[in-house]
């Protein structure tokens, strides 16, 4: 059984940083492309970041460009998801997603495994 485990939300205010961290277990991590989304309430859930098997491929939302940066250190089974200079619409449940491939993939329905969801909501 797949698991995905996030970590890392909170609360924090404007132009500050946190880490979300992603443990997962019970696949071949090391062969899937991950990828981190977000909801925010009333809205659709959208694509964040997204990153291939072995790291060197990445992509992000322009929105998210420049400020966030997504890694994974595959002797772990970890994804990262470091953002910076957060702002107040960066407030939402950020999700951890696999997929059953290599190639990276834009929509979340492209993606067959997610975790609970971590809250970070930015406000002063």
């Known amino acids: 059984q797949v698991q995905l485990v996030e970590s890392g939300g909170g609360l924090v205010q404007p132009g500050c940083s946190l880490r979300l961290s992603c443990a997962t277990s019970g696949r071949t991590f090391s062969t899937s492309a991950m990828g981190w989304f977000r909801q925010a309430p009333g809205k659709e859930r959208e694509f964040v970041a997204a990153i291939s098997p072995s790291g060197g491929i990445t992509n992000y939302a322009s929105s998210v460009e420049a400020r966030f940066t997504i890694s994974r250190d595959n002797t772990k089974n970890t994804v990262y998801l470091q953002m910076n200079s957060l702002k107040p619409e960066d407030t939402a449940v950020y999700y951890c997603?696999?997929?059953?491939?290599?190639?990276?993939?834009?929509?979340?329905?492209?993606?067959?495994?997610w975790g609970q969801g971590t809250q970070v909501t930015v406000s002063s």
């Open positions: 997603a696999a997929r059953n491939g290599p190639y990276l993939r834009y929509g979340w329905n492209e993606y067959n495994y």
